[in-house]
């Protein structure tokens, strides 16, 4: 059975992860594609989310609402995070982590962005409206249209 699109706007505060966890099941559910993907968004969400709460001032903070959306596709799902924070494109703005180096001297952060573009199948950020775009596309399909 396909599901209809589905959309959750949560206040960027780490205390709403477990909406997101919740949401994600619920779609999954009743989307079996999305299904055998739902580790992978999972884990992709909760990387994205509180990469948008750590990065959200603190004055916008109480406010600040991050917007996802799940489109069902007949081979797999297409999952899109839009947020009003600086434009920052995670796709080429952040540096490669340098895997070579040891734990102890790695510098923090990276990783979960270099996950993100591991789990996903295809990739594509636009600034649109003053709102950072993120989709991520999980099995076979395309990318959405604007």
Excluded at 13 to 34: G, R, T
Excluded at 68 to 97: H, I
Excluded at 129 to 136: K, T
Aim: hydrophobic share 40%.
């Amino acid at each position: 059975m396909m599901k209809e699109t589905s959309h959750l706007d949560v206040v960027a505060d780490a205390e709403n992860l477990e909406k997101l966890v919740d949401w994600i099941a619920s779609f999954c559910l009743s989307h079996s594609p999305a299904a055998e993907f739902e580790f992978q968004i999972n884990l992709c969400v909760e990387e994205l989310f509180l990469n948008v709460v750590h990065h959200t001032k603190d004055s916008v903070k109480s406010n600040a609402l991050v917007h996802f959306s799940l489109w069902p596709q007949t081979e797999g799902v297409v999952l899109v995070v839009e947020d009003t924070g600086a434009q920052f494109n995670p796709l080429t703005d952040a540096p490669e982590p340098d895997i070579n180096l040891s734990i102890e001297d790695r510098p923090i952060g990276g990783l979960g962005l270099k996950l993100i573009k591991e789990m996903s199948n295809k990739t594509s950020y636009q600034r649109v409206n003053d709102m950072n775009r993120l989709m991520l596309v999980f099995g076979h399909g395309p990318l959405l249209e604007n």
